[in-house]
């Protein structure tokens, strides 16, 4: 109960420290906008306040929500590096996504931290429940229990056990993961950053394949964190997951036959995913 009460207080202190902070900002940023008529000049200190409060949420997330979080923003940095069309200049992109990945790949040390947490908090349970196994009578043969319920109690200790280990297993091949995504991540920064160089310098004459190895090195980030973030699916997860792809695979047919109505003579049939074949 000391324990508890030590860590709500701590909890408690850093919610203070925070909210403080939080204020200030929100308080400069309306007190800016009130004295400067300008709009556009307001603009700064209003978006370091929100900034400021994502970011505070983002602290009191756990491993499971800040994962969706760290796979969103990287979901975000790979559609602002797909390739266009060509029919509009991408320049301005290039900064916008740098940010974007390097505040994505500032997160990696956070869900180290996460991971860990969840590793102490098994490795805890698991001390726990072998200390109430050795004080308890039961287990040392001195119980009056019915034979029934003694072999009862060993089979939930036993499953209690096997559910703690297979738990730490999925936890030590999360930060397997964990340590490909951050290379990943730290590779995608370094990529996004050259090409914001680059965006700089060149403006509306950067060329379409200057933005190929950050728009791979985004990708590949997105696929290690889809790895880590995997590992920690519900079933429901999985069946939202599945309804997603189920939508945006209708939306590419659907997409894939007005074309084709409007071009019968061109094959639409790679367009359409899966279901061209049925």
């Known amino acids: 109960h000391g324990a508890r009460a030590i860590e709500r207080h701590q909890r408690h202190e850093v919610v203070d420290v925070v909210g403080l902070q939080l204020f200030d900002q929100v308080a400069h940023a309306l007190t800016f906008k009130l004295e400067h008529?300008?709009?556009?000049?307001?603009?700064e200190p209003e978006t370091r306040a929100v900034a400021a409060l994502a970011s505070a949420r983002e602290s009191f997330l756990d491993l499971a929500r800040l994962l969706e979080v760290v796979h969103d923003s990287q979901a975000l940095v790979h559609d602002?590096?797909?390739?266009?069309?060509?029919?509009?200049?991408?320049?301005?992109?290039?900064?916008?996504a740098a940010t974007l990945q390097a505040t994505n790949?500032?997160?990696?040390?956070?869900?180290?931290?996460?991971?860990?947490?969840?590793?102490?908090?098994?490795?805890?349970?698991?001390?726990?429940?072998?200390?109430?196994?050795g004080a308890d009578p039961a287990a040392s043969g001195n119980s009056n229990q019915p034979p029934q319920?003694?072999?009862?109690?060993?089979?939930?200790?036993q499953d209690a056990a096997q559910q703690e280990a297979a738990e730490l297993q999925?936890?030590?091949l999360a930060r397997t993961y964990l340590q490909?995504?951050?290379?990943?991540?730290?590779?995608?920064?370094?990529?996004?950053?050259?090409?914001?160089?680059e965006a700089a310098a060149?403006?509306?004459?950067?060329?379409?394949?200057?933005?190929?190895?950050?728009?791979?090195?985004?990708?590949?980030?997105?696929?290690?964190?889809?790895?880590?973030?995997?590992?920690f699916f519900s079933v429901v997860d999985h069946l939202?997951?599945?309804?997603?792809?189920?939508?945006?695979?209708?939306?590419r047919t659907e997409e894939a036959a007005g074309r084709a109505a409007n071009e019968p003579d061109k094959d639409w049939s790679d367009q359409s995913g899966p279901l061209s074949a049925r």
């Not at 008529?37 to 603009?43: G, M």
């Open 37 to 43: 008529a300008d709009a556009h000049a307001a603009l």
């Open 80 to 96: 602002l590096l797909a390739p266009g069309d060509g029919s509009a200049p991408r320049s301005e992109y290039a900064p916008t």
């Open 105 to 133: 790949a500032g997160r990696a040390p956070r869900l180290a931290r996460a991971l860990d947490d969840e590793v102490a908090k098994v490795q805890a349970a698991a001390a726990a429940q072998q200390a109430k196994a």
């Open 149 to 157: 319920d003694a072999a009862a109690a060993d089979k939930a200790e």
């Open 170 to 172: 999925r936890l030590e």
């Open 180 to 197: 490909a995504a951050r290379g990943a991540l730290d590779e995608a920064r370094g990529k996004t950053e050259a090409l914001a160089g």
């Open 202 to 231: 060149q403006g509306d004459a950067l060329p379409p394949t200057a933005w190929k190895p950050a728009a791979d090195a985004a990708k590949e980030a997105l696929d290690r964190v889809d790895d880590l973030r995997r590992l």
């Open 240 to 251: 939202k997951e599945l309804a997603a792809e189920q939508v945006t695979l209708g939306d």
